[in-house]
């Protein structure tokens, strides 16, 4: 036996066959390397063979030295850990209240543009002002409404019947919650008391307490003469079916985009007009929305709670062109005012002479007196076709006339004063004066017409074309009278074609033009927007349209006036022009009160041109040819220029310089110029001159003689 396992049966006993060669082999280079008994290695190795966790590990000193590292290591990325968890929930904390105060915000917001739940109505009609009393003994508060309306409107007994009978029916039929309580037509000469008479019985209404809402909601149609304005047209409809008023009055639907037309039948037809985009309240504006967060929404207009009345001169027959004959099966009523005889015309005049008398008495301290010459004279003042207009001007007319004279005449101190009427006119009678009542009468301004008459006045040339714009004025002061008369007025096709070479005072004319309709009342702008092919035709697909469209709406109001007219059409290939000239045709139509286009061009081109547009030649009736200038009239064009540019031709020029315009007239006027032709020479004259002045400084600076001309 040798020494070493002597030595193990020593040390391990009985325990010596539990324990392999290698295993102690391996103990002893443990115990080498971490130090130890040789026991305690043994232990280590043999538990770790078997899966056991040892009792106690044995550790030298550089592995007890390489743990600490790593636990001074691990306690570094603790700590680290640690403080980076930290700033996690600061951060979180800091986020949170950023998110708290952006969903307060948004919160906030959110109630502001969708509070329109309490502002709007109910348009379920559930919680809508029913508008007229719920009294089942309403019927009996009409009775004496007829004699209280004939105290005032004179003359049309028949219309006030049915008038009222249109106030009771919703009182006495059936309706569908979202219906309106009537929609009625009150139709009539014009001046008959058609609007006086509805004021009137919605007053009496309001007061017997049958109408819960005071006041006639008026809106004028002609305002949303296109498409463009159907959200403007959308936003007041809305407000006046959301108005206080229970009577909302339509007038001028002649002149309303057919579009908006539509929705005013719908709400007639069957009481509701569906949107084509929802809408909120906001701000008391309705606004288009397509947030899905809406929530409730404003989908429909509804007339529940309403009278409403449609004011016209137009027949039923016409009413139905433009309505459209459904809308008219759907009226309630139809209230047509008849022409005034002449006991109507003397209770009106009886009326206002009184109202002239308060008036006078309040406003001026007057004791007036009118005699009866002066009362058959305002009753001279209309006639059965004029109606009212004429009986109510003549004392307007006086009203104003006094307070002048009480503006005046500081010097009367009295307070009787006298209305008559003579062979020289209405007369003020003050004390011992005797006064014209036109002495005293303000007169309409007419310096701009006056000025433009002027300037008219100074074009050399062009006779015929001025006599036919004078014509225009006197055509339009008789069409006034015509309506001030009660009788049909006319209206002339006022856009133009303006043919002819170039020089021939076209674009010239075309400024006079819009200046002198606006002076006479015909444009409520008069200025000129002069375009030409450039400013129409878009570069682009989609581009054209929204270009004549702009170009039309700085125009309104005043001419627009298109140089070059048949550029726009270069054949049938070219789209783009196509569809400018189409979009300008529908322009003309649906702005033809207040615009007046002028095309100008080359004769044979402009005859070309027309037929491009089947609707061209129909809206331009009237051509107008432009002829070249005489010599005699470039001329004396030519001293207008030159006095205008402080010089004077020398009377030795004048018939060398009338032969050059005569011979080039006759050669080629168009390539001339005609008066661009002038214009040129005596430019070209001035500028010689000048030239010529250098070697003669004596000579006089204003003179342009023959010389200076290059004849």
């Known amino acids: 036996m040798s020494d070493f396992e002597e030595q193990m049966n020593k040390m391990f006993g009985t325990n010596r066959a539990n324990y392999s060669v290698e295993d102690i082999e391996a103990a002893k280079k443990r115990q080498k390397k971490y130090g130890g008994t040789l026991y305690d290695n043994?232990?280590?190795?043999?538990?770790?063979?078997?899966?056991?966790?040892?009792?106690?590990?044995?550790?030298?000193?550089?592995?007890?030295?390489?743990?600490?590292?790593?636990?001074?290591?691990?306690s570094a990325d603790l700590n680290a850990a640690k403080a980076d968890l930290e700033r996690l929930q600061s951060s979180v904390s800091t986020n949170a209240a950023d998110i708290n105060a952006t969903l307060s915000e948004l919160n906030k917001n959110l109630k502001s543009d969708f509070d329109f739940i309490a502002q709007a109505p109910d348009t379920s009609g559930a919680a809508?002002?029913?508008?007229?009393?719920?009294?089942?003994?309403?019927?009996?508060?009409?009775d004496g409404v007829a004699d209280e309306l004939k105290e005032k409107v004179f003359g049309q007994d028949d219309f006030i019947k049915k008038l009222i009978i249109a106030f009771k029916r919703p009182f006495v039929s059936e309706r569908d919650s979202d219906d309106a309580l009537n929609s009625v037509f009150i139709s009539g000469p014009a001046c008959t008391g058609r609007h006086?008479?509805?004021?009137?019985?919605?007053?009496?209404?309001?007061?017997?307490?049958?109408l819960q809402n005071e006041g006639v909601y008026r809106m004028d149609l002609s305002l949303y003469p296109t498409a463009a304005e159907e959200k403007l047209f959308i936003q007041d409809l809305y407000s006046a079916l959301s108005?206080?008023?229970?009577?909302?009055?339509?007038?001028?639907?002649?002149?309303?985009?057919?579009a908006m037309l539509g929705r005013i039948c719908d709400l007639v037809s069957t009481g509701e007009s569906m949107l084509s985009e929802r809408y909120v309240m906001q701000n008391g504006q309705l606004v288009g929305v397509t947030n899905a967060l809406a929530g409730k929404t404003v989908g429909s207009l509804k007339a529940v709670g309403k009278y409403l009345v449609f004011i016209g001169t137009e027949p039923v027959g016409k009413l139905a062109d433009?309505?459209?004959?459904?809308?008219?099966?759907?009226?309630?009523?139809?209230?047509?005012?008849?022409?005034?005889?002449?006991?109507?015309?003397?209770?009106?005049?009886s009326d206002r002479e009184e109202q002239l008398k308060a008036r006078a008495s309040k406003q001026l301290g007057f004791k007036l007196e009118i005699d009866e010459e002066f009362r058959k004279y305002a009753l001279s003042c209309t006639s059965k076709n004029r109606g009212l207009g004429g009986v109510i001007g003549a004392y307007e007319d006086a009203l104003k006339a006094l307070a002048q004279f009480k503006l005046e005449r500081d010097d009367f101190t009295g307070e009787e004063v006298k209305l008559s009427y003579d062979e020289?006119?209405?007369?003020?009678?003050?004390?011992?004066?005797?006064?014209?009542?036109?002495?005293?009468?303000?007169?309409?301004?007419?310096?701009?017409?006056?000025?433009?008459?002027?300037?008219?006045?100074?074009?050399?040339?062009?006779?015929?074309?001025?006599?036919?714009?004078?014509?225009?004025?006197?055509?339009?002061?008789?069409?006034?009278?015509?309506?001030?008369?009660?009788?049909?007025?006319?209206?002339?096709?006022?856009?133009?074609i303006f043919t002819g070479n170039p020089g021939t005072g076209k674009t010239t004319i075309a400024r006079i033009v819009s200046r002198y309709f606006k002076a006479i009342g015909i444009l409520s702008g008069g200025q000129l927007v002069e375009v030409s092919r450039g400013d129409l035709v878009g570069r682009y697909v989609g581009h054209t349209a929204p270009l004549v469209n702009q170009v039309v709406k700085s125009a309104l109001g005043g001419v627009l006036f298109i140089d070059e007219a048949y550029s726009l059409y270069r054949g049938?290939?070219?789209?783009?022009?196509?569809?400018?000239?189409?979009?300008?045709?529908?322009?003309?139509?649906?702005?033809?009160?207040?615009?007046?286009?002028?095309?100008?061009?080359?004769?044979?081109?402009?005859?070309d041109f027309l037929e491009a547009n089947s609707g061209l030649k129909s809206r331009f009736p009237n051509i107008i040819d432009f002829p070249d200038y005489t010599g005699e009239e470039l001329l004396a064009i030519a001293d207008i220029t030159a006095g205008s540019k402080g010089y004077r031709i020398e009377e030795g020029a004048r018939k060398p310089?009338?032969?050059?315009?005569?011979?080039?007239?006759l050669n080629d006027a168009r390539e001339a110029g005609n008066g661009r032709l002038v214009r040129n020479k005596v430019e070209e004259a001035i500028l010689n001159q000048s030239r010529r002045l250098v070697a003669e400084p004596d000579a006089d600076m204003s003179l342009l003689i023959e010389g200076d001309f290059e004849l």
């Open 572 to 607: 049938e290939e070219d789209s783009f022009g196509l569809e400018a000239i189409d979009t300008l045709v529908k322009a003309i139509e649906d702005n033809r009160d207040d615009l007046i286009v002028i095309l100008a061009g080359y004769s044979k081109e402009m005859a």
């Open 196 to 210: 006086y008479s509805l004021n009137l019985i919605t007053d009496i209404l309001y007061n017997r307490k049958i």
């Open 128 to 142: 809508v002002d029913k508008g007229i009393t719920e009294d089942p003994d309403a019927l009996k508060r009409f």
């Open 424 to 496: 020289e006119g209405t007369r003020i009678i003050a004390g011992d004066d005797k006064l014209n009542l036109s002495d005293y009468d303000k007169e309409d301004y007419s310096g701009e017409l006056e000025a433009v008459e002027k300037e008219l006045d100074r074009i050399v040339g062009l006779e015929k074309i001025k006599d036919y714009i004078r014509g225009l004025k006197e055509y339009y002061a008789v069409q006034k009278r015509r309506r001030e008369e009660g009788l049909k007025a006319g209206e002339l096709n006022r856009h133009m």
């Open 657 to 665: 310089l009338l032969d050059f315009f005569n011979a080039t007239q």
């Open 243 to 258: 108005s206080k008023s229970t009577v909302i009055l339509f007038e001028n639907f002649a002149s309303c985009n057919v």
């Open 42 to 74: 043994l232990s280590v190795i043999t538990q770790a063979k078997t899966g056991q966790k040892p009792l106690s590990p044995i550790m030298g000193a550089d592995e007890i030295k390489s743990s600490d590292g790593m636990l001074k290591q691990a």
């Open 322 to 349: 433009i309505m459209g004959a459904p809308f008219v099966n759907a009226l309630g009523d139809i209230c047509i005012t008849g022409t005034l005889d002449e006991d109507a015309l003397k209770k009106i005049c």
